[in-house]
């Protein structure tokens, strides 16, 4: 059965600013097919970062990487036929995803955002749902907060979603 092409995306933020983000990963599938995957670093807007210690990143990894302004129409380009975004706790990276255009004055996409969180919960009852427990109890790869895999394990959960049955 065929799926509607959707988004997955994970950002990683610098510090406890929405605006913060340092690192994007975006997976885009069609059907049920990861066809295209990417990963960027990005500038935040300030070189305070308090999250080091969760993904790794400090501001001498994205001192020279794009802000946020610059990689948009990269992103854009790639999400803009995207029936819907996922995103593993979406009111996260929803969060960063629209403050980082409020910040810049870009407009927002309009998709709506599916939460694997919730979809975990729905379909297959599983608690607890952070993004390890999920991918342990499917059986998908993960290298946590590394933003291109936390991106590809939302994808791969919505697809299995699919498989089970959840509907779009």
Not at 17 to 45: F, M, N, T, Y
Not at 82 to 100: I, W, Y
Not at 144 to 156: G, P, T, Y
Request: contains cysteine; charged residues 20%.
């Amino acid at each position: 059965m065929a799926m509607t092409k959707f988004a997955a995306i994970d950002f990683e933020t610098a510090n406890y600013s929405s605006d913060s983000a340092c690192a994007v990963g975006l997976v885009i599938v069609k059907g049920s097919s990861i066809v295209h995957r990417e990963q960027h670093l990005i500038r935040p807007p300030n070189k305070h970062f308090a999250f080091t210690h969760i993904h790794g990143l400090t501001w001498e990894d994205v001192c020279d990487a794009p802000t946020f302004t610059e990689l948009w129409p990269t992103l854009h380009s790639r999400i803009s036929e995207a029936s819907f975004l996922a995103a593993h706790n979406a009111s996260f990276d929803r969060r960063v995803l629209e403050s980082c255009c409020l910040k810049f004055h870009i407009k927002q996409p309009s998709q709506p955002f599916i939460c694997t969180v919730k979809l975990a919960r729905t379909v297959w009852k599983v608690y607890p749902t952070k993004l390890p427990d999920v991918c342990e109890y499917l059986k998908i790869p993960l290298r946590h907060h590394k933003a291109i895999s936390d991106a590809e394990a939302c994808a791969r959960i919505v697809i299995a979603a699919r498989k089970a049955g959840w509907k779009w």
